[in-house]
């Protein structure tokens, strides 16, 4: 079995890039509160289509090498680092130790999600 698939390889990327977007189109309104409600919705549309384009033809490419729990899965532990660093360094909220002991917990059953092919 060679080291590097793209298979394996292209849809963690592209899930990540994806997550960015949808970080971006979910709380990144939260920087500019006293716009208007529809403003934020326009915009979070328009943000999530980029999201859509990497989400699902890296599901696609991706259940080629994994099962779907465990893109999912692969999907959601990329979506909880990516929003620690959003809410760190853009929004200016740090996470406690709570949060990270919850993420560090998450992160451990996506392991037993691992142990096997679904």
Do not use: D
């Not at 915009?43 to 033809?57: K, N, Q, R």
């Not at 990329?78 to 760190?88: E, K």
Request: include cysteine; hydrophobic fraction near 60%; charged fraction near 10%.
């Amino acid at each position: 079995m060679p080291i590097f698939r793209l298979t394996a390889i292209l849809p963690i990327v592209m899930l990540v890039f994806s997550n960015v977007f949808m970080t971006f189109a979910w709380y990144g309104h939260l920087r500019h509160k006293t716009e208007a409600m529809w403003l934020a919705v326009i915009s979070s549309w328009g943000i999530a289509f980029f999201e859509y384009c990497l989400a699902v033809p890296a599901n696609r490419i991706g259940v080629a090498t994994y099962s779907v729990a465990q893109l999912k899965t692969i999907q959601e532990v990329i979506t909880l680092t990516v929003f620690a660093l959003f809410s760190t360094y853009v929004l200016r909220q740090p996470l406690g130790w709570q949060q990270f002991v919850g993420f560090g917990l998450i992160v451990v059953g996506a392991a037993f999600i691992f142990q096997g092919r679904v």
